[in-house]
């Protein structure tokens, strides 16, 4: 689920296993226009999101999203940082 065997978060296998992602890199090459239809699909996801959801479950729902973009953001400043040691 969330989870290896490990208890390490599982989202390089999640990303990995996911049908965008295959179909992005399929070529190896990320195009703007592929970015673009993610970006759209993810905004129409949220949409479906608001309409479905209480006001309870969208307020988890954004606090994910915002906890998951600061471990993003500061694991790729992290990794930044490792490049000049």
């Known amino acids: 689920m969330f989870f290896n065997e490990k208890g390490i978060l599982n989202i390089d296998e999640m990303v990995a296993d996911n049908a965008s992602f295959k179909n992005i890199m399929e070529d190896g ?6 970015v673009k239809a993610q970006s759209d699909k993810v905004i129409a996801m ?9 006001q309870e479950q969208l307020a988890e729902i954004r606090s994910l999203l915002a906890e998951t973009s600061v471990l993003y953001a500061v694991y790729n400043f992290y990794s930044i940082q490792n490049i000049d040691k």
């Open 46 to 54: 949220l949409h479906d999101m608001e309409a479905k959801y209480g």
């Open 29 to 34: 090459i990320v195009t703007e226009e592929e």
